[in-house]
């Protein structure tokens, strides 16, 4: 009683104040220690001609997880094709095995390809150079940002030629009144966020790989993230894309408009298309007004019925300066302390939350939370909590969130599945994968955007463990079909997810995505082994 008091007078406190209660000194830094090497090769054969006649949901009839994928036919690097990329790419033409030791790799550390060139344009008109020359000679090419992702989408897989968009990093006009970013696809998102900030605007997605990630990859793998709860995803927010094709020709849809009905919203298709039909060089997107009052909560609450009653009090009482809702379990907590030392802001709680709110009226603003909070508090939904309104305590609150990937990538190798469920099944997943694996995990954990219906559930295993996988796979895809989920929310298919596409997605529209991929990129140089099943023939 005298604990659950003091806690309650510890929110009690804070809630008149809204300032934050606990010291949170730690240090914010980026990721990521990597893990082992495997690569979950699986059979490939050419998707020209796309005719499938799988059912949606079935288990039975998919391709075997567990054989290896053939080389598809490409071409290999002659002596004249580097001296072309040379001749077009002064100094810019990398086959250093030393330099291309960390674009074969994905961050991970868990595939990895053994390209021997790595290609680093400035500009559209050298990425089109490249494309022409690759399509012509039948040169498979594996476009790449910051490397950042998380499904073996972003590294070769053989001797795919790397195109990197690190160079092209140029900021190209800003409209201060519409709001209207672009950009070249290389630039970091924490750099525009940094450039925004500075004028009074703000990037409409945050990531915890905002530090390396380039907005191309952004876009081409459609990332959500941690504002796509206020802000909406990126295929509303993208106005306009340029794209260089698989032959060389350049797709300039670039559009700066808000409304434009004229015809097919061709910028869709690259949207999420993770370099498989063309690639990204430069990007138009909506940016949002810097939010003058921010506030972010660091709740605990006993059940995860609780946490959904808390989300929904949040959605009402709220309303438009709710910003995020985020959430991990005690296991993160407790991978957070035991691998990055950061200490647990409350008292110990089976479930935490990060909620932020954004707004232009700190009284307002700082009423509505308080109420809500007080609401929250009486009505025994949350158990403890702590409010932070200074940037560097909010940096601290979200970093309990932002870090629990670099946490699991030191509690051993990671099993990663990230799934769209309706809100109140994604802790069931959590808890029957827990009895469905037993001892056999080391860690199962469950962490995610509940405001996007969003789970990321997390297994970890001292080392790689092909009888854990066996144990996990179908069975979280099963269970996520049952329930008309997605088996990939915000993280692509890459390389790892594809064949699990029918999961999510019915025949007819893989088959049609063949089609598309056949009619931009004939001869499938673009990203291969990537997105796309392998038993589309
Ligand atoms: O590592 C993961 O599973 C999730 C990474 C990222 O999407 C996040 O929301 O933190
Ligand atoms: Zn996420």
Known sequence: MAGIFQRSLRLRTALRHLSPQ???????????????????FLPSTSWQFAVCSRK????????????????????????????FFRKILPGRAVTDPDLLESSNVDWLKSVKGSSELLLRPQTTEEVSQILKYCNSRNLAVNPQGGN???????????????????????????????????????????????????????MPLDLGAKGSCHIGGNVATNAGGLRLLRYGSLRGTVLGLEVVLADGRVLDCLATLRKDNTGYDLKQLF?????????????????????????????GCETFE???????????????????FEFLDSECMRLLNTHLKLRNPISDCPFYVVIETSGSDSTHDGEKLHHFLEE????????????????SKIKALWSMRERVTEALTHDGFTYKYDISLPVERIYQLVTDMREHLGDRAKSVVGYGHVGDGNLHL???????????????????????????????????LGLKKRNYIYYSKPSLAVALMGNIKAMLDPKGILNPYKTLPDDLK
């Open 22 to 40: 606990s010291p949170l000194s730690w240090t914010v830094t980026g990721r990521h220690t990597p893990l082992d090497l495997h690569c979950p």
């Open 56 to 83: 949606l949901h079935t288990g039975a009839d998919r391709p075997s997880p567990a054989a290896a994928p053939d080389r598809l036919p490409f071409s290999r690097i002659t002596q004249e094709d580097l001296a």
């Open 148 to 202: 950042t992702g998380l499904v073996g989408g972003s590294v070769p897989v053989y001797d795919e030629i790397i195109l990197s968009t690190a160079l092209m990093n140029n900021i190209l006009t800003f409209d201060s009144i519409s709001g209207i970013l672009t950009c070249q696809a290389g630039c970091v998102l924490e750099n525009l966020s940094l450039y925004l900030e500075d004028r009074d605007y703000i």
């Open 271 to 299: 949207i999420g298309s993770e370099g498989t039909l063309g690639v990204i060089t430069s990007v138009s997107i909506l940016c949002p007004r810097k939010p003058t009052s921010v506030n972010v909560v660091f709740l």
């Open 306 to 324: 609780q946490l959904l009653k808390t989300f929904q009090l949040s959605r009402g009482m709220l309303g438009e300066i709710l910003s995020a």
């Open 376 to 391: 929250a508090m009486t009505s025994s939904l949350v158990t403890d909590g702590t409010v932070a309104t200074e940037d």
């Open 458 to 492: 997390n297994v970890t295993s001292p080392a790689k463990d092909p009888a854990l996988l066996a144990a996990i796979e179908p069975f979280v895809y099963e269970w996520t079909a049952s329930c008309n989920g997605s088996i990939s929310a915000e993280h692509g």
